[in-house]
């Protein structure tokens, strides 16, 4: 999905909480609305990521692959910053012919000679999915997602309880 969808939705979103929650929580409720929206994205796009993950564990067929090159190099980023990049050259071995692929910008922090499991597709074993460089992103991707839509509910009531001891205070004054 495009970048205009989810401002679309997240405009009209925002229009109801405004709506619903009044002028006296409408900046929190903003707030919130977002992080929680994308909390809630990264979370979905996670789950996504994991279906399609076990798909191809069903589908593609599995072997060892050796990790024959790590090229580690810096780029910058859109803000000027300098990043670290790396691309893993994998070797492999399918029904005696021996493929090499290149997993680009790799999520995969082994050294050259290291073993790692990797799937390949049986029509065409060029195409692969290494596990190490699926399941390092979305050990990231889906617990920050639930901890993102986490943090709006816990500050709302937060602020609901100061709310009734403020207004608890003012009576027994």
Excluded at 124 to 143: A, G, Q, R, W
Aim: charged fraction near 20%; glycine fraction near 6%; proline fraction near 3%.
């Amino acid at each position: 999905m495009n970048i205009y969808f989810y401002a679309i939705i997240i405009a009209v979103f925002l229009y109801f909480v405004i709506k619903i929650g009044g002028e006296k929580w409408r900046g929190f409720l903003i707030f919130a609305s977002i992080f929680w929206f994308i909390g809630l994205t990264m979370v979905i796009g996670g789950c996504r990521k994991w279906m399609d993950y076990k798909e191809v564990q069903r589908t593609y067929s599995q072997t060892t692959a050796q990790i024959t090159d790590v090229r580690e190099y810096e780029v910058l980023d859109n803000d000027g910053n300098i990043c670290d990049e790396r691309d893993v050259s994998l070797s492999y071995v399918v029904n005696g012919q021996t493929y090499e692929t290149i997993i680009k910008k790799a999520n995969i922090y082994h050294s050259v000679g290291y073993e790692t499991d990797i799937y390949y597709s049986p029509e065409n074993p060029e195409v692969i999915v290494s596990p190490d460089h699926v399941e390092s992103k979305l050990s990231f991707i889906i617990p920050t997602g639930v901890i993102l839509c986490i943090i709006p509910f816990l500050l709302e009531l937060a602020g609901r309880i100061l709310l009734k001891r403020q207004k608890h205070s003012e009576i027994i004054e």
